[in-house]
């Protein structure tokens, strides 16, 4: 799910900068005041309508892109690796006797008479 959404969040933002270079400034419009070209292709407002849409509609998903992102990596950490160890128990061994303080082998206990 989180490549998916990784996938989608990097399309849109590229989209989102080619979509924001196409349009056009607002100084654009002066050259046509003095004797430009018209866009009559687009109508006598231009693409200005549909490029605003199309923009708000991108940013829209990417920003929800970017939520959603920040939640999942947020909240990875949540288990633990040990849920699944199993812990050992250590086998039952005899006792091995410490040698004395002075470096002499150990003796064996002394018996009452």
């Given at each position: 799910?989180?490549?998916?959404?990784?996938?989608?969040?990097?399309?849109?933002?590229?989209?989102?900068?080619?979509?924001?270079?196409?349009?056009?400034?607002?100084?654009?419009?002066?050259?046509?005041?003095?004797?430009?070209?018209?866009?009559?292709?687009?109508?006598?407002?231009?693409?200005?309508?549909?490029?605003?849409?199309?923009?708000?509609?991108?940013?829209?998903?990417?920003?929800?892109?970017?939520?959603?992102?920040?939640?999942?990596?947020?909240?990875?950490?949540?288990?633990?690796?040990?849920?699944?160890?199993?812990?050992?128990?250590?086998?039952?061994?005899?006792?091995?006797?410490?040698?004395?303080?002075d470096g002499a082998a150990p003796q064996a206990p002394v018996q009452g008479n």
């Amino acid at each position: 799910m989180t490549t998916l959404l990784t996938i989608v969040h990097i399309v849109v933002c590229l989209f989102l900068v080619v979509i924001v270079l196409l349009q056009q400034g607002k100084g654009a419009s002066m050259g046509a005041s003095f004797g430009g070209s018209s866009q009559t292709v687009f109508g006598t407002e231009g693409p200005l309508p549909l490029l605003n849409k199309i923009t708000t509609w991108a940013a829209v998903i990417f920003m929800l892109t970017s939520i959603s992102l920040a939640y999942m990596s947020s909240r990875v950490g949540d288990g633990s690796v040990m849920k699944e160890v199993v812990p050992v128990t250590a086998p039952q061994s005899t006792p091995i006797p410490l040698p004395a303080a002075d470096g002499a082998a150990p003796q064996a206990p002394v018996q009452g008479n």
